[in-house]
């Protein structure tokens, strides 16, 4: 199992964590898996009221999709199959309350996971970025997601950086993407505080502002998604040449500036 799941039934909270720390919490073709029947399973337990979301250990919360997967994909140019597209709870109709809590890194396909949730909390030393540009992919479902929740000069210059540059957590602080900052490790402890608070209120008040909040923005996302395919498809270098300026990436360019 690529997930653990512990329920504290008393403050009706779920605490998820992706348990890959050997490969920074990235994503295979089993964690995906995995992630869309939990959030199936938690539409059903009454006794979870809110989630906790995050990664194991200090490094990342979760550095997207584990490179070393091969996607099959059907014989078309008209569709493209993205395994990260049902990881996240509302895409698999979870409309109970979801906090991140993010330790270390958080990027890329992490913004599947970011987007979805209500809010996020994130330690001192968490840093976000977005890769793929770098490698010579179209940031499209990421930098979207992130449109809901951070400026528009914000989202475009981490998506156009790419792996030059980096968010620190007080910056993402200062422009939304995170809610409360925590001294290093304590960004679970705290994101479970919260979630205790919002578990302990009557659920269908909760679960109807989690619905009224995306409904403001959900006409606009549905709008932007749609084109994310052709995008992506016009866009992307083949596998093959992402492959190689991948493995290239320590191959220069020094470290990447944190702001």
């Not at 549905?222 to 990436?249: D, K, S, V, W, Y």
Request: hydrophobic fraction near 45%.
């Amino acid at each position: 199992m690529a997930l653990r799941i512990e329920r504290e039934a008393a403050a009706g909270v779920a605490l998820v964590t992706l348990d890959r720390p050997e490969k920074l919490n990235a994503i295979g073709l089993e964690t995906a898996g995995e992630l869309a029947s939990l959030w199936g399973e938690l539409r059903f337990d009454e006794s979870v009221r809110a989630v906790v979301l995050t990664g194991a250990g200090t490094r990342a919360f979760c550095t997207g999709i584990d490179r070393d997967v091969v996607v099959p994909q059907p014989p078309s140019p008209y569709a493209v199959d993205d395994p990260l597209l049902r990881i996240g709870p509302k895409a698999n109709d979870l409309w109970k309350p979801v906090v991140a809590a993010v330790e270390g890194m958080a990027c890329g396909g992490a913004f599947y996971l970011l987007g979805e949730a209500e809010f996020v909390v994130a330690s001192r030393e968490a840093t976000f970025f977005d890769p793929h540009t770098s490698y010579g992919m179209v940031s499209a479902y990421e930098s979207i997601a992130m449109a809901q929740r951070m400026p528009f000069g914000e989202v475009a210059r981490m998506a156009l950086m790419g792996t030059a540059e980096r968010i620190g957590a007080e910056r993402a602080y200062a422009v939304g993407l995170v809610s409360e900052v925590t001294e290093p490790g304590d960004a679970v402890a705290a994101a479970l505080r919260a979630a205790a608070v919002i578990a302990g209120y009557p659920t269908g008040a909760v679960q109807g502002t989690v619905r009224a909040v995306w409904a403001a923005k959900e006409a606009v996302r549905t709008q932007a998604m749609a084109q994310a395919p052709a995008l992506i498809a016009l866009g992307n270098l083949p596998p093959e040449r992402q492959a190689e300026l991948f493995a290239g990436r320590r191959g220069g360019g020094g470290s990447p500036r944190v702001r």
